[in-house]
């Protein structure tokens, strides 16, 4: 199942949904959106790789810390910051850290 990006922001969960990327739709699973919302529910706060498999993957799922990466690598992609990061930014030995400041900025 796909999700939209500015549901996750707005807390609604529509049965099909795109993230928009300029004037595109990209589609994102179910994984990634939840991924997402969840870090989106948490701006400008650094998110151990640990508190995102527990909120995001679940207690008791067996993934390790690198699929953290490997989803928030894809997210990035999709949101076209694939070598400079605008939101989504890494706390180097701690996690991540969505940031709402630069959302503002409407040349992106």
């Not at 953290?68 to 999709?78: G, S, W």
Request: proline share 6%; aromatic share 6%; with cysteine.
């Amino acid at each position: 199942m796909e999700h939209d990006a500015e549901s996750a922001a707005n807390g609604a969960r529509p049965p099909q949904g795109r993230e928009p990327k300029n004037e595109e739709t990209v589609p994102i699973s179910a994984q990634e959106y939840r991924l997402l919302e969840y870090l989106l529910c948490n701006p400008n706060r650094v998110i151990s790789r640990d508190e995102l498999l527990d909120k995001v993957w679940g207690y008791d799922s067996v993934a390790s810390t690198r699929t953290v990466d490997v989803h928030v690598a894809r997210l990035r992609k999709k949101l076209g910051e694939e070598s400079v990061p605008l939101h989504i930014h890494t706390a180097r030995g701690h996690g991540y850290r969505f940031s709402i400041e630069d959302m503002s900025n409407p040349e992106r």
